[in-house]
Structure formats: C-alpha cells, structure tokens
T-cell receptor, first 113, second 108 residues
C-alpha cells in the first residue's frame, strides 16, 4: 500500500525566512496530496492541497510543488510568522481508494524571532 | 459552518478495560474516520465509514471496534486497554478530512 515519508521531523527558521517541508510517496496511483497543520493541543486542520493534474499551487504564503516523476511533493511557507509554528502533516490519497488518506509522520516547524 | 465534537476530551482507563470514544459531526458528511496519533508516528487509520452502518478497517484495526450508528456519529471502542498506553485519537469527516479536537487516552 501507499507509504508517505516526511523527511524533516523538526525544522527551525527565522521569522521572515522561508520554510520548506518535503515528502515522498510510493504509490504512482496517488493523485491527491493535502497538507494539514496541527497547533499545540488541537486537532489537525487543512491548509492546502494539490492534485496530480498540476505541479504547483499557491494560496497566499503557502506554495505546494508536486514532482510526479520523483514522487515528491513539498510545502513552502514564505515570509514565516510566529503563528506558523506548528506540526505540519503531508498526506497522499490513492486513486484506488479515494476514501483513504495516508499521512506522513509530521514536521514540527519552529519559527524563531 | 459545521463542527466535529469528540467526547471525552481526556480518558483515563485501567489495563484490560473496554473504553468507548464518541464523535459527532454536523457537516452532513457521508464519510467519517478514526485515527490514532502517537508521538513521532503520525496518524494511523483505525477504521473508517463511508456511510451510515458501513465499517471499513484501516491499517490499525486490531484491538478496536467501531460503530456508525447514524450519519452524524461514529464511535470507537478500545476492546482491551493496554497498560501504559498513551495516545490521541482523532476523528475526522469527509474525504477532505475535517478533524475533531481529539481524545487523549492514558491507561494506568
């Protein structure tokens, strides 16, 4: 089945710099790649997604890139702010079962003043 | 907008005890999910349900039962709590994954 690897378990950046979180997946049939943010003591909430028919998507300071050949996708947070500090999860959903979403292990992003 | 509620917020159990966690959503979503979150291991799918009375096993279903009594609610039962177990159980609805705030389980 699908496996999603999230490469950075912890990432620290200075406020105003960019943060990049990288993920890889194994199932070539995966076509939907959402990202979630979890703040301390809370559940996850959706931040941005990308589908396999495009290779880039931007929503304000968030950019997602998808490289289908390398089975790699990444989340770029530009001009980071203290409220960006959280755990970020990447995920992938295979075409064979669109109901199942496989999550990475999470990246704890610290935005330092 | 809708909301997902999970009860209880904190659950303390004894080894071997059967424990039930509840989840309610008012989005009118068809699909609901239960995940277990352990530190450093991400989220692992326990059960999901595509519609009322449907149950599908996830990768971590052993040791758990689930029940989709009606469209708005999805319950998870830990059939026999393991000593020193600590985890957060997250409920979600819709394939787009709207999450509840979680139930934190501690087994003494």
């Amino acid at each position: 089945g699908e496996k999603v690897e999230q490469h950075e378990s912890t990432l620290s950046v200075r406020e105003g710099d960019s943060a990049v979180i990288n993920c890889t997946y194994t199932d070539t049939a995966s076509s939907y790649f959402p990202w979630y943010k979890q703040e301390a003591g809370k559940g996850l909430h959706f931040v941005i997604d990308i589908r396999s028919n495009v290779d880039r998507k931007q929503s304000q300071r968030l950019i997602v890139l998808l490289d289908k050949k390398a089975k790699r996708f990444s989340l770029h947070i530009t001009a980071t702010q203290p409220e960006d500090s959280a755990i970020y999860f990447c995920a992938a959903s295979p075409d064979t079962n669109a109901y199942k979403v496989i999550f990475g292990k999470g990246t704890h992003l610290h935005v330092l003043p | 907008g809708g909301i997902i509620t999970q009860t209880p917020k904190f659950l303390i159990g004894q080894e071997g005890q059967k424990l039930t966690l509840k989840c309610q959503q008012n989005f009118n979503h068809d699909t609901m999910y239960w995940y277990r979150q352990d530190s450093g291991k991400g989220l692992r799918l326990i059960y999901y349900s595509i519609t009322e009375n449907d149950l599908q096993k996830g990768d971590l279903s052993e040791g758990y039962d689930a029940s989709r009594e009606k469209k708005s609610s999805f319950s998870l039962t830990v059939t026999s709590a393991q000593k020193n177990e600590m985890a957060v159980f997250l409920c979600a609805s819709s394939a787009e994954q709207f999450f509840g705030p979680g139930t934190r389980l501690t087994v003494l």
